[in-house]
């Protein structure tokens, strides 16, 4: 296609959603998606699992059909950099062409991802995320042959505990970070949460409620939490009241909540605030999405952490300011939905202090293979910022660009320097966003020098 | 008022290096930095410690590092990652060959030997996995390279032990001549002697003091593939290319050569451009076209000062005594490092310091802006 006037980087519900508006404007709107279809983390494979067992809800075909019918989606797209311009350079796979785009607008939808959770022996062969747990199940249709071990807390470990069992497989034990019911904080939202989203605090009870009836066993609120095992999991060993008991346990996933993907944001040096609820940094960014650089503009949980509904109306308000901006009538934006039961969802599953389980020979990085305790040596060697611990450690210098070890460094130093997260600071982000093949981003003609 | 024997502006490697040996010979020493230390051109460096195709001012100087680097671990007390594998320069066409050959000419003609050609055979035995349209190479076999972040924190690490005073995130707003001299920080500091290395920022302060230095500052910009099984044993460059290439002892290969991103805003940070990493990749994959098969899994850039001669300042103030510049070396200071202290030693003492510094001095510009040198 030509120049796009609107690019959407994330084909999730708050990319898909304003890839519609955009696109029903009037405004040549192009969607870059790095998965191999629409729907993004939450609504993945939407189309192809439409006939199959647990399709996503109906609310993702509303949304995915008409940015469909108006919008080009990209799939198997690495965005690469996106520079100030603004523009954005991205790999399509299939062909392993880069091209760089210069449209008036750019939406960052890339929504969220998982907040690490750091355990003794977590980088063993055999223990994976929960959400990979899952896409495994959504996309490809695999089950674990062996029982899964579901360790952590949230939302989406309830719901993966049953798509398991329904799907054929078993969870053997839940290891549940917090208590069996909830407390005080949580309770003190309850009332809003069930006023405001009836429906998601159905589901939510329904999923609590099948768990406790499934005779799996479950362990909650440990002191301590261990992965060992010779060269892959092989059991976990759970400390409770002084006590250890240790688990069989193969495959075993971790889950701790989720937090704002913030690469795109942190490449394009927006300003960041700790969300305290989040324990996570989100951008700081108005309502309808516009950043501090002209032409980039950011939706749904990419902002903070909302959920699937409230991102799918993020994005039809950021599509419908990005519309008008661009001289387009755009519907008017309908009035800003209650927040509903994020509050409630945030006070029962607080996320887990980072240095609760792990140990100074737990890795941090796992790209480069630093421990909590190489980054300790050198906050007291002086580092006094993520950055520091990094040119000192090599933390974050790995493949995964600090996905996985970023969060957890920040919250390791606000911890152990006794200071507040936003002064910390996060690890820089540097293009390329996604490792990509020398013979891929190479120029066609050589460069003289001048 | 804090006071010093010296004050040191720039915790970057020549502020470090300089205040090392400054506290070593037992003087009271203070750096103040303005970000962190190393921040920019240091540990953004590729690293590379090279004596080949030195600009001719800059060779005996250079030359004069390579034992210094050997010694760098045991004498700073920790690892900078030093590794004496040679450099190389090859000739990729036939006019670049011939500017190799001329370049030797030269290099001999003032009295050095250390660099020499080698043709195809001795090339691709020293380095089998290069490109075969290669037509021969400039070598210098006792070079190397270091390890940037390594020899920061070492620096680092060694100057405290010896004393340093570090002030980070300090800003120098205002220089006052006179005995002592008066840096202006937040807090006022005296000093006797005021060293200026703050890189691409050391125009700035050499204005606090009323000189003029025409400084550019610039973003190098640097790649790293992900590690892959050992395959050039050299730093590798290309004659009439920009190009830096090496490998990692863990396998990973830094590759950069003098490409730039862009400097933010307040001229505090910088970022990669993608143009720039293409073209850094393709002059990468033209030597060692196995590399298209591997992975870049980041960039980055450290803000460097550039000079309109490409050398840098090595010189006293001509406006305050006691100011010592050290400072706009260009993207290639890092192997300069440990022997600018050791000039910067030697003119803080008042001494007349082993090499001619004339090409470095800090009137040149002046006299340029006069008119009196043909620019």
Request: charged share 15%.
């Amino acid at each position: 296609m030509s120049d796009p006037d609107v690019v959407v980087i994330g084909a999730g519900p708050s990319g898909l959603a304003a890839a519609s508006v955009t696109g029903a404007a009037g405004l040549k709107t192009l969607v870059l998606d790095d998965q191999p279809a629409p729907g993004g983390q939450v609504w993945r494979a939407a189309e192809a699992r439409r006939q199959r067992a647990f399709p996503p809800p109906r609310l993702a075909y509303e949304i995915l059909e008409p940015a469909r019918a108006n919008a080009t989606i990209a799939n198997t797209c690495d965005v690469i950099d996106l520079a100030e311009g603004p523009s954005v350079t991205a790999l399509h796979r299939r062909t392993g062409t880069v091209r760089e785009y210069t449209p008036s607008a750019i939406i960052i939808a890339t929504g969220a991802m998982e907040r690490p959770l750091l355990i003794p022996g977590w980088t063993l062969p055999g223990v994976m995320s929960v959400g990979a747990l899952q896409t495994a199940m959504k996309q490809s249709s695999l089950v674990p042959a062996t029982p899964v071990a579901l360790v952590g807390q949230g939302p989406l470990l309830l719901l993966v505990a049953r798509e398991l069992r329904k799907l054929g497989g078993a969870v053997g034990i839940v290891i549940s970070l917090g208590e069996r019911l909830p407390g005080r904080a949580a309770l003190r939202h309850l009332p809003r949460a069930v006023l405001c989203d009836p429906g998601l605090m159905a589901q939510g009870a329904g999923l609590a409620a099948e768990l406790a009836a499934s005779g799996v066993a479950v362990v909650r609120n440990p002191d301590g939490l261990a992965i060992e095992g010779n060269r892959q999991a092989e059991r976990i060993v759970v400390t409770k009241n002084g006590r250890s008991d240790a688990y069989p346990a193969q495959l075993i996933a971790l889950h701790d909540g989720v937090i704002p993907n913030t690469q795109l944001t942190r490449l394009m040096n927006l300003d960041h605030t700790w969300r305290g609820e989040d324990e996570a940094f989100a951008p700081r960014i108005a309502a309808d999405g516009t950043t501090e650089h002209e032409g980039i503009f950011v939706a749904g949980d990419a902002q903070g952490i909302n959920g699937a509904a409230l991102a799918v109306h993020s994005g039809r308000t950021v599509g419908a300011h990005v519309a008008q901006t661009l001289g387009r009538p755009a519907p008017s934006s309908t009035p800003a939905r209650q927040k509903g039961a994020r509050a409630f969802i945030s006070a029962l599953y607080p996320p887990t202090p980072v240095t609760r389980f792990a140990a100074d020979d737990t890795v941090l990085c796992r790209c480069e293979g630093v421990t909590v305790g190489a980054a300790r040596r050198a906050m007291k060697a002086g580092a006094t910022g993520p950055n520091r611990v990094k040119t000192a450690t090599r933390c974050g210098m790995g493949p995964c660009q600090s996905r996985l070890c970023g969060n957890a460094l920040t919250r390791l130093l606000a911890h152990e320097l006794g200071r507040p997260p936003d002064e910390i600071g996060a690890l820089r982000i540097r293009p390329p966003l996604k490792p990509i093949l020398l013979g891929d981003i190479a120029a066609p003609q050589l460069a003289a020098s001048s | 008022m804090a006071r010093y024997d010296t004050a040191v502006i720039g915790g970057g490697m020549v502020g470090l290096w300089s205040a090392l040996l400054l506290a070593r010979a037992g003087q009271s020493v203070v750096v103040v930095e303005a970000q962190s230390v190393g921040r920019h051109a240091s540990s953004a460096s590729a690293g590379g410690v090279r004596s080949l195709n030195r600009h001719p001012a800059e060779i005996a100087l250079a030359r004069a590092a390579l034992p210094l680097w050997k010694s760098a671990a045991s004498d700073l007390g920790n690892d900078v990652g030093f590794q004496e594998t040679g450099q190389i320069r090859v000739a990729e066409d036939e006019a670049a060959l011939v500017r190799l050959e001329q370049r030797v000419e030269m290099v001999k003609a003032l009295g050095f030997t250390h660099e020499h050609l080698v043709g195809t055979n001795t090339l691709f035995a020293k380095e089998p996995h290069l490109a075969r349209h290669c037509l021969g190479a400039l070598v210098v076999e006792d070079d190397g390279f270091a390890d940037p972040l390594k020899t920061i924190h070492a620096l680092h690490h060694a100057a405290r032990t010896a004393g340093v005073t570090i002030m980070e995130n300090t800003k120098v707003t205002g220089l006052v001549g006179g005995a002592p001299l008066i840096i202006h920080a937040g807090d006022e500091i005296a000093a006797d002697t005021v060293i200026n290395a703050a890189g691409a920022w050391g125009a700035q302060v050499a204005a606090l003091a009323g000189e003029n230095v025409n400084l550019t500052p610039t973003a190098l910009q640097m790649l790293v593939t992900a590690p892959m099984a050992p395959f050039v044993s050299a730093v590798m460059g290309t004659e009439g290319r920009k190009l830096s290439l090496k490998q990692s002892s863990a396998g990973h290969v830094i590759i950069g050569g003098g490409f730039t991103g862009t400097i933010d805003g307040e001229g505090l940070s910088a970022r990669p451009q993608h143009a720039a990493i293409a073209q850094n990749a393709a002059n990468a994959a033209n030597l060692f076209p196995h590399l298209k098969e591997h992975r870049i899994v980041r960039s980055w850039c450290g803000i460097e000062g550039m000079t309109p001669d490409g050398l840098p300042i090595v010189s006293p103030s001509r406006t305050m005594p006691g100011l010592i510049h050290a400072f706009g070396f260009c993207g290639h200071g890092f192997a300069l490092a440990p022997v600018t202290a050791q000039l910067v030693q030697s003119l803080a003492a008042g001494n007349t310091p082993h090499w001619p510094l004339e090409p470095f001095n800090v009137a040149r510009f002046e006299a340029a802006a006069e008119g009196r040198i043909d620019a």
